[in-house]
């Protein structure tokens, strides 16, 4: 059974920077797409970044600029750099695995405030 668990997270100011990491477990990790996705206080979950199992990436519109993801096939992890955060990048970030099943971590919040 696949795991995925995030860290990263934490408060920082607007305009400042964090990085999310994604560690993978149980699963062929190079085979399957990862991205990340955020969920705001009475938002759905919305796509942020994906990198394919081929190494190409994408981004949604807010972030683009911004965000970069990246994926390590030796170590089983994908980060999420984050830079010029805004107030609105508030929410909690979750990594996902998907091939022909899908897993979803827990979730790390970030919290953009002054």
């Known amino acids: 059974q696949g795991q995925l668990v995030e860290s990263g997270g934490g408060l920082v100011q607007p305009g400042g920077s964090l990085r999310l990491s994604c560690a993978a477990s149980g699963f062929t990790f190079s085979l399957y797409d990862m991205s990340w996705y955020r969920q705001a206080p009475g938002k759905e979950r919305e796509f942020v970044a994906t990198?394919?199992?081929?190494?190409?990436?994408n981004y949604a519109d807010s972030v683009k600029g911004r965000f970069a993801i990246a994926r390590d096939n030796r170590a089983n992890t994908v980060d999420l750099q984050m830079n010029s955060l805004k107030i609105e990048d508030t929410a909690v970030y979750f990594c996902?695995?998907?091939?022909?099943?899908?897993?979803w971590g827990q979730g790390t919040q970030v919290t953009v405030s002054s």
């Open positions: 996902k695995a998907r091939r022909f099943v899908t897993y």
């Open positions: 990198v394919s199992s081929s190494g190409s990436t």
